[in-house]
């Protein structure tokens, strides 16, 4: 090799990324993220590749990035951010928090992890700790809402162009997670109900062997959290769900588990629960556990299905909520309904696009009625290859249970 030719090469990587600008995180009124101004839809993801896979970062940076993620965590090696960086995404890096018993010790140490990625053009976000106020089995903070309320302002003041994100547990009151929020501007939850049922103790888990602690089992469940976390962020700060890439019985030791209990979410599960956190108000959504998935797995496939549909909508899904009525007519088919179909919806291009998805264990079927679909002479049902008869300002049609359907209304009527 020509040594001049490569050292030339790597000086003008390494100018490449000292050039490029650095990413100014902010968000909006609504909790929007917004990225050097731009109102944009967070895909991301804890881990790029699988323990199984013979991948190289690179090549598993460039699949994520196909696949429309675009952000990823790091834990801040300059290599590694170039590597997120010429893939095309951003990072969020884990920067620590103060440890209250040795306030000037951590707080230099806070600084130095700041002071070391601060200016990466591939960092979107800093974090400190994760799910601190989560303690397995007890009702003590991991971590004190002190500590990140008191290192918020030195990181703010070394870094005021990142925004800062904590992701929770499922767990602990409303009040208790909103000690929280002085020492952060991204709420987030990790919820991973996709659950086979009687599993053995496990580290994160209840005594009935499941994660989340509400009465609702199913995964219907993620839209429910989605609400707690906004009662937990307020209205206008931004929320993220953290949603499953994982089998729970596949975190334990190979020669340990029990292959009848190794339940993936597939696409329709995966696609219910990144929907219905999209519908409930979620500004982003990141998935954990992939790590512990083999690549050629059908899940890791149908999670990139579910992104690239999303990605596919992000100009539509960062566009703020339309303020439409709907009416929703239930037909009999001998269930009761529970919570149905829920919804939101979006303006764009001179359509209309509806969001549903069914968080009932039943099937139903629906008659949506709403003025605003009057002005429209079609209905497509996106991703189904099916339309459906607009008549009289209304659609009919049916859904699964935990069944999603996207609406987009076009043409003049």
């Known amino acids: 090799m020509n040594t001049s030719v490569f050292l030339w090469g ?3 990587l390494f100018a490449g990324v000292a050039a490029a600008a650095v990413h100014v995180t902010t968000y909006d009124d609504d909790g929007t993220i917004q990225v050097d101004g731009k109102r944009t839809l967070i895909i991301g993801t804890y881990y790029s590749t699988s323990k199984y896979s013979q991948q190289t970062r690179e090549e598993s940076l460039k699949e994520l990035a196909d696949a429309g993620f675009n952000l990823v965590l790091s834990y801040g090696k300059a290599e590694d951010l170039d590597a997120v960086h010429a893939a095309g995404l951003m990072a969020w890096v884990p920067v620590g928090t103060l440890d209250l018993n040795h306030m000037e010790e951590s707080a230099a140490k806070l600084r130095a992890a700041v002071e070391a990625v601060r200016n990466h ?19 003590e903070a991991r971590v004190p809402a002190e500590a990140l309320v008191k290192a918020y302002p030195i990181i703010k003041e070394l870094d005021p162009h990142h925004l800062l994100y904590t992701n929770h547990a499922p767990t602990n009151l409303v009040e208790t997670l909103q000690q929280y929020n002085a020492g952060t501007d991204i709420v987030a939850v990790d919820i991973y109900p996709v659950n086979p049922g009687g599993l053995r103790e496990q580290y994160a888990l209840f005594e009935d062997g499941y994660q989340g602690d509400l009465n609702n089992i199913y995964i219907s469940q993620v839209g429910e ?10 209205p206008h700060r931004p929320v993220f769900m953290v949603l499953q890439a994982f089998a729970w019985e596949m975190l334990r030791e190979e020669n340990d588990r029990d292959k009848s209990k190794v339940l993936y979410p597939f696409y329709p599960e995966s696609r219910f629960m990144a929907f219905q956190s999209l519908i409930q108000g979620a500004n982003g959504i990141v998935y954990w556990g992939s790590y512990f998935t083999p690549p050629d797995s059908p899940c890791w496939s149908d999670i990139k299905r579910v ?11 960062v566009q703020r909520k339309a ?5 929703t007519r239930y037909h009999e088919l001998g269930h ?16 209309l696009y509806l969001f549903t998805c069914n968080a ?4 139903c079927k629906v008659t949506l009625s709403s003025d605003a679909f009057r002005p429209f002479s079609q209905c497509r049902v996106l991703y189904e290859d099916r339309s459906l ?11 699964k249970p935990f069944d999603v359907h996207a609406y987009e209304f076009s043409g003049a009527r």
């Not at 053009?121 to 009702?139: G, I, N, R, S």
């Not at 303020?323 to 009416?327: D, H, P, R, T």
């Not at 009932?360 to 099937?363: A, E, I, W």
């Open 323 to 327: 303020a439409i009525s709907l009416e």
């Open 121 to 139: 053009p591939a960092v979107a976000f800093l974090e400190t700790v994760d799910e601190p106020a989560w303690t397995w089995k007890k009702a």
């Open 389 to 399: 008869e607009l008549q009289d300002g209304a659609i009919t049609d049916d859904w």
């Open 225 to 234: 959290y989605a609400r707690k976390m906004r009662r937990v962020a307020g």
């Open 307 to 317: 992104v690239r549909e999303i990605a596919d909508l992000k100009d539509v899904l």
């Open 336 to 351: 009761s309904v529970d919570d149905g179909v829920q919804w939101t919806a979006r303006r764009h291009d001179d359509k």
């Open 10 to 12: 790597c000086m003008s």
């Open 360 to 363: 009932d264990k039943n099937p």
